[in-house]
């Protein structure tokens, strides 16, 4: 799959192991392209999601476009102003996210990049 082809999907399927009990936990969520092999991933609302703390338990995570599972890897993004960057990009993308980041603005929005 191309970078043109992910980045028009719309989700993408993560999937996570559970950091207490190891099993799978898949999780459809935005995101936006961070080059041909590479996305960007936030969460802004409420407190921190479970996807967020399991792939900094373990950094090794399957994303899937709808034509397959790749086996990827996450890092967490710590730097605020980077964090800032990607909750603009998500909305830029997504309309929505707007009202979203919105609602949530009293939390402390996480991001994290993954590459394959």
């Known amino acids: 799959m191309s ?9 993408v399927r993560l999937t ?3 950091r207490k009990s190891g099993a799978p936990r898949t999780v459809t969520i935005w995101f ?5 092999r590479g996305i960007l991933v936030q969460h802004a609302t409420g407190a921190a999601a479970n996807w967020y703390r399991n792939l900094v338990k373990e950094p090794a ?3 899937d476009f ?4 790749i086996a990827a890897r996450a890092t967490p993004i710590t730097d605020p ?3 800032q960057q990607v909750l603009a990009a998500v909305r830029r993308k997504y309309w929505s996210a707007w009202l ?3 609602l949530g ?3 402390h929005a996480l991001a994290a990049e993954i590459s394959w």
């Open 105 to 107: 603005r009293r939390s």
């Open 61 to 63: 995570v399957t994303i």
């Open 16 to 18: 996570t192991r559970g």
């Open 66 to 69: 709808g034509n397959g599972p």
């Open 32 to 36: 936006v392209a961070d080059g041909s």
């Open 3 to 11: 970078e043109a082809d992910f980045a028009a999907q719309r989700t």
């Open 100 to 102: 979203i980041q919105l």
């Open 81 to 83: 102003a980077r964090i």
